[in-house]
């Protein structure tokens, strides 16, 4: 299925507004300066995303809305409610392994990258 311009406006609009709760929960005083934020945006963002998917799975409500409230919302908002589906859906297919193994490479492969980006850019700026 190819996306069409509304669906692009949903996603956008879902994100910008997903961005804003994100930027918003870091910024709220209790959490400030704190990783507290991104536990607590991370865990609600997972509490919220079982919740829309099963409504949306369940109800007649429109692609769209999935599209603004799970892939733009939730996607602004934190990407480990995503993370988060994916594998539940894949256990709930019998797919076992490939839960495993999403997890574990995404985990491990995302931290890899995130040491490797570190490590070439700080090389380069010392080149500099």
Excluded: K
């Excluded at 996603?11 to 400030?32: I, Q, T, W």
Aim: with cysteine; net charge neutral; proline share 1%.
């Amino acid at each position: 299925m190819s996306a069409n311009a509304t669906e692009i406006l949903s996603v956008a609009a879902g994100g910008a507004l997903g961005c804003v709760g994100r930027y918003a929960m870091e910024h709220v005083a209790f959490f400030s300066q704190s990783f507290s934020s991104t536990i607590v945006t991370n865990i609600s963002g997972c509490l919220l995303i079982g919740i829309l998917w099963s409504v949306f799975s369940h109800t007649g409500i429109s692609d769209l809305w999935s599209r603004f409230a799970i892939t733009g919302l939730l996607g602004g908002f934190t990407t480990f409610s995503a993370f988060s589906l994916h594998p539940i859906l894949m256990i709930r297919d019998g797919m076992w392994v490939n839960a495993l193994t999403y997890v574990v490479l995404t985990v491990v492969g995302g931290i890899i990258a995130c040491m490797f980006g570190i490590w070439c850019t700080e090389r380069i700026i010392r080149l500099s």
